[in-house]
């Protein structure tokens, strides 16, 4: 599922997007989580070899476990020192692939849209960057809640569009707007009926609803 991005990102937030790892507290960064995994993954073979080898299959496969951690930690910290480097290119203003929004060199930030572009650009990394729907002020929420805000906000506008929505323009503008979001074909059917404004319920909805 597509993740909310905001509008520029630090050093460590952009290494963490490129490397597809989820938010790290403020007292727990990336490479704290990496070293982590590394660590497990060798306590998990020292452990295999502890009780007795039982199979040489199993063991190669903890083992090329620890070779792709040990990887993952080289990999972030490379990709680290690459965005300091391009960091320092633009903050110098020779031409760089990646656009500072805070020339802060203690604290670097760069547009979330130049880390995307060099990310893809530059290593093939695809980031998925579509934003979900706003979240509603309800106190249950659901994706699918949220998108039939939307869908209302956007499609029926102040309730009385000129050519109203069919199920067919929603399914459609839902599937553009928000494409790996997976929705059955069952609820799109009814969605019309679903997100219909006041003034297009029935009388006799209005009657059960609004007593």
């Known amino acids: 599922m597509s993740r909310e991005l905001p509008e520029s990102l630090g050093v460590d937030e952009a290494v963490a997007l490129m490397m597809n790892i989820g938010h790290c507290s403020s007292s727990h960064s990336i ?16 452990e295999y070899k502890a009780k007795g080898v039982e199979s040489l299959q199993e063991l190669a496969f ?23 480097d391009m960091g320092a290119l633009a903050t110098s203003g020779e031409k760089s692939p990646l656009k500072v929004s805070s020339k802060s060199t203690a604290n670097i930030r760069f547009t979330t849209q130049s880390i995307v572009e060099f990310a893809q650009s530059y290593f ?7 934003p979900l729907p706003p979240k509603s002020k309800r106190a249950y929420k659901s994706v699918l809640l949220d998108i039939l805000d939307t869908a209302v906000d956007e499609q029926w506008e102040d ?18 707007k928000y494409p790996n979001i997976h929705i059955s074909e ?9 997100i219909r404004p006041d003034q297009h319920r029935p009388a006799t909805e209005k009657k059960a609803i609004f007593k």
């Open 31 to 46: 490479y704290d989580e990496l070293g982590e995994m590394l660590h497990d993954a060798k306590l998990s073979v020292h």
């Open 159 to 176: 309730g009385n569009p000129e050519r109203h929505p069919t199920n067919e323009s929603l399914r459609l503008w839902i599937k553009s």
């Open 124 to 130: 093939g990394i695809t980031v998925e960057t579509q």
């Open 62 to 84: 903890l083992e090329r476990v620890v070779d792709i951690a040990k990887d993952r930690c080289n990999q972030a910290q490379g990709i680290k020192d690459c965005l300091y």
């Open 186 to 194: 069952q609820v799109f059917s009814g969605f019309c009926k679903i």
